[in-house]
């Protein structure tokens, strides 16, 4: 298996981030919806989930493998503004695909809302 040496995890990793970039089918029906409208926890089981876990602790594959955030850590929470997580989420930082061009604004803000709720307070 020749193909082991350094393309295969490569692929893989492609593979990963490819997976992560796709938005669903909740984000294209709500992109019109004002942020109040918008189901965020819906949008986040879409399109966040598989990285940064149904809880936000990133205790998946993917988020071991990509090194995501864990949305629930204290400090992360305590220094991270939520304009700092509306632009992650628009340009995509390190690994994670940007969704600036996935989401609308309105998706953008509920979801940061929505993040910024997990880990309790």
């Not at 205790?59 to 493998?65: K, M, P």
């Not at 990509?66 to 930082?93: E, F, K, M, Y």
Request: proline share 4%; aromatic share 4%; hydrophobic share 40%.
């Amino acid at each position: 298996m020749r193909f082991c040496d350094v393309r295969l995890p490569v692929a893989a990793l492609g593979l990963l981030i490819c997976g992560c970039a796709a938005t669903g089918r909740l984000a294209r029906e709500e992109a019109n919806l004002p942020k109040a409208q918008v189901n965020a926890r819906g949008l986040f089981l879409e399109n966040c989930a598989t990285c940064h876990g149904r809880d936000g602790r990133a205790r998946t594959i993917h988020g071991r493998l990509l090194g995501a955030q864990n949305l629930t850590d204290r400090n992360w929470r305590q220094t991270t503004s939520t304009a700092a997580v509306i632009h992650a989420i628009q340009t995509g930082p390190g690994p994670m695909p940007a969704f600036g061009h996935k989401l609308s604004e309105s998706e953008i803000e509920a979801l940061a809302a929505y993040v910024r709720t997990l880990g309790g307070r």
